[in-house]
């Protein structure tokens, strides 16, 4: 994948939501999917935009989170012989319709169901965290991570979703007894994996995410040196619970090998 095509992305990707989401920022009107989740004009709007840009730089279908399962569905399928763009116009609505600075424009492209190219950007902050497959992962030019500093297990910094854990006796026991010094859950899943990639967080534990909200940040966290697995023990990229894939992480082998040991012990 090439680095010009990476670099019209990210200026896609700050033009897009400099016109389209920041203008709603702290005004905008709501709306309830079928799901009980948060809708804005800006979502929408958002994800309008990216599906005709998108197909500007790679002619292929798109698949956003505003769109039916069904349509989802066969845009999945599509994206297995053509490739896909995956796109999540605002993770963390709700986050955006409070006012709370923690919100993402992800993007990632894929072919065969493995991301070749992802980026996510923070609005607010201007960080844009990106990666193409076998080049690095960076923030704004820097390569990550940021940093690597020498943690254990009970003085990790922790990125964990409770309430999507499946397991009862894992959630009572993250709950209860949490093997980590600190546990941040801020409601925006990929800046959850730039913020594991960067070295901002140490663990990360999710039980199921949708795919526009791992397919940029997982392939950006990997390609900063991380590992990956998962609650159901199969691969992580396996093409097995494609919207509802739960995750494993820790950026330092050692600690990744001592936080999946105690979660497969507490499952």
């Known amino acids: 994948m090439s680095v010009s095509l ?22 905008v009107g709501t709306s309830r999917k079928q799901d009980g989740s948060m809708l804005t004009q800006a979502d929408t709007g958002t994800q309008v935009r990216l599906i005709h840009e998108l197909v500007q730089l790679i002619n292929c279908p798109v698949l956003g989170e505003e769109m039916t399962n069904a349509q989802q569905l066969n845009l ?8 896909l ?4 116009p605002i993770d963390g609505t709700n986050n955006f319709i409070n006012g709370i600075p923690y919100f993402t424009l992800s993007i990632a492209y ?25 080049q690095g992962a960076f923030l704004n030019g820097q390569p990550l991570p940021l940093y690597r500093a020498d943690k254990t297990l009970q003085t ?10 499946r397991s009862g006796k894992l ?11 600190s546990i941040r859950v801020m409601g925006c899943s990929t800046l959850d994996w730039c913020y594991l990639a960067s070295g ?11 795919l526009w909200d791992y397919a940029a940040g997982a392939l950006i966290y990997t390609e900063a040196g991380g590992q990956l697995a998962t609650l159901e023990k199969d691969e992580f990229w396996s093409g097995q619970h494609v919207f509802n ?9 050692k600690l990744f090998e001592e936080w999946l040991n105690w979660i497969r012990h507490n499952q």
């Not at 140490?202 to 995410?209: E, K």
């Open 6 to 27: 990476l670099d019209q992305l990210i200026t896609l990707m700050r033009h897009v939501a400099a016109t389209e989401i920041m203008p709603y920022f702290l005004n």
């Open 200 to 210: 901002r967080y140490d663990v990360y534990l999710h039980g199921g995410q949708k």
């Open 171 to 181: 959630s009572d026991r993250m709950y209860r007894f949490p093997p980590i010094n």
């Open 110 to 134: 894929l072919e065969q169901g493995r991301p070749l190219l992802g980026a996510i950007l923070n609005p607010i902050s201007q960080e844009c965290f990106y990666a193409a497959q076998g």
């Open 85 to 88: 763009w995956v796109i999540d």
């Open 245 to 253: 894939r739960s995750a494993i992480a820790a950026l330092q082998p």
């Open 156 to 165: 990790a910094i922790a990125g964990v979703e409770l309430k999507y854990l």
């Open 76 to 83: 999945w399928q599509q994206g297995q012989k053509q490739g």
